[in-house]
């Protein structure tokens, strides 16, 4: 198959790099001439382990090209991906779909007779339609479908999730579209990976529904968590005691600072705003979301108070910035509200995170950056514990227990056992523990 991916954003670029192994030629086309520039060179834009390797493999083996120049490529393409950025349109949390428009605007004259258009950004209910008729209206007798493919990549583990996915969601509304995205994922039938075929608009709400169920999942267990502390019960029996229930299941079950990164936000405002225009308002989502922002500001108040509340002056080290591990994403990182708490109260703010420091520089000020976990806790009054990066799972306590000013260890993510911390000494703070 001739694939054209549009975008080459984290979506793109794996998935393009993901079909090009599977055997496929693709061409992944961009505006950014940075960018492709720096693909051309073999430098990749993101972080995500794999990924250099995969596309080193693929470009040598002459499946994976890069370039500007859309229309030198297009006319030979059997499908065109579109993975452009779907950001929340600021002041009313819909997603922008002008760069979805834009691209199919682009594509439209370029496009050859049978081409399948396939939507892989998140985009609403109802966005395909639109393409279709986007397209329709610049060539009135052209043959070609339009389909929806979301994704379901975790940032950090995202090529193994194309590889061995749960599901493959297919959306479409003819037998052409269905035929040739079931060839393009034909390798995934040897891992006996589901191919699910659907309406478009099913296919366009199950990502939207998937990625609310998982918030929700994390809004749940956060809200158990906090009762957990004033019950004295630890959350992780109780998650465990849930979680074993098949009905239920486990993943997912991990309390912690808060939802962030690239979708669960963006998608559960765009999914509220759906139920809105439809007349169907989604009031778990709505609760799920509350519980989500309270919960950021609250992590702050938490170091705050294990402090003994009376902080002016003093330092704390912030172990870990993204919004999860294996990421140098910092987009709705819980660790942007929680370092502007600590420096609202009057901390002075240490940190270090593996990958993050360079990309939270545009959303944090006036953060110390240190060289690792142990130059941060230099000096400081507390260590806290926001990302779960393995850097931070066996740090050297005795070490740590020197450099810091007192030994308390805030873990917002329950990587200790408390016995093992308390016994070197350490005032130790968890979640729903
Ligand atoms: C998510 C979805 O998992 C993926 O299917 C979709 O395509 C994009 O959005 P991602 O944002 O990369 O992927 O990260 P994920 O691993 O799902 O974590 C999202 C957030 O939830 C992180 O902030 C993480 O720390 C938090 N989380 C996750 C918890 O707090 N507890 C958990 O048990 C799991």
């Known amino acids: 198959m001739q694939i054209v991916m549009i975008g080459t954003g984290y979506v793109g670029l794996v998935s393009g790099a993901c079909f090009a192994d599977f055997g496929h030629h693709v061409t992944c086309v961009d505006k950014d001439e940075s960018k492709i520039d720096a693909l051309l060179n073999g430098r990749i834009p993101i972080f995500e382990p794999g990924l250099d390797a995969l596309v080193e493999s693929n470009v040598a083996a ?35 779909l002008s760069y979805v428009y834009a691209a199919a605007e682009e594509m439209a004259p370029l496009l050859r007779e049978g081409a399948v258009v396939v939507d892989k950004s998140t985009v609403p209910v109802g966005t395909g339609d639109e393409v279709e008729t986007i397209i329709r209206k610049v060539c009135p007798e052209l043959k070609f479908s339009v389909a929806s493919n979301p994704e379901f990549l975790r940032e950090g583990a995202a090529i193994d999730d194309f590889k061995r996915p749960d ?5 479409v509304n003819d037998a052409h579209a269905e035929e040739v995205l079931q060839e393009i994922y034909r390798p995934l039938t040897r891992n006996d990976s589901p191919i699910l075929t659907m309406s478009r ?17 994390i809004s749940f267990i956060n809200e158990i968590a906090d009762l957990c502390e004033e019950v004295g019960a630890d959350v992780r029996d109780v998650a465990r005691g849930i979680g074993t229930d098949s009905r239920i299941g486990s993943r997912f079950l991990q309390p912690g600072p808060g939802y962030g990164g690239s979708c669960f936000p963006k998608d559960t ?34 170091v705050i108070e294990a402090l003994g509340g009376d902080v002016a002056g003093k330092t704390v080290a912030l172990l870990g910035l ?27 703010v240490r940190a270090y995170d593996p990958e993050g420091m360079e990309t ?68 130790y703070v968890a979640v729903g523990r």
């Open 269 to 302: 405002l765009a999914l509220l705003k759906t139920g809105q225009n439809y007349g169907s308002p989604l009031k778990i989502v709505e609760a799920v979301v509350a519980v989500n922002d309270q919960r950021k500001s609250a992590m702050g108040a938490k």
């Open 167 to 171: 599901r493959v969601v297919i959306g």
């Open 201 to 217: 608009r099913a296919a366009e709400l199950t990502k939207y529904a998937a990625n609310a169920f998982l918030a929700t999942k």
């Open 62 to 96: 002459g499946r994976l090209n890069f370039t500007l120049d859309l229309a030198s490529v297009l006319p030979e393409a059997d499908a065109v991906f579109i993975a452009v950025g779907t950001p929340s349109r600021r002041g009313d949390g819909h997603a922008d």
């Open 360 to 427: 939270s520089k545009a959303v944090i000020s006036n953060l110390v950056y240190c060289d690792d976990s142990y130059d941060a806790m230099t000096g400081a009054d507390a260590a806290v514990i926001v990302t779960e990066w393995d850097a931070f799972r066996a740090l050297d306590l005795g070490k740590a227990k020197e450099l810091l000013n007192r030994p308390l260890l805030v873990d917002l993510r329950n990587l200790y056992s408390r016995t093992d911390v308390e016994k070197q000494g350490f005032e």
């Open 322 to 348: 993204t919004f999860k591990a294996n990421t140098d994403d910092m987009r709705d990182s819980p660790a942007i509200e929680i370092a502007q708490a600590l420096q609202d109260a009057g901390i002075t």
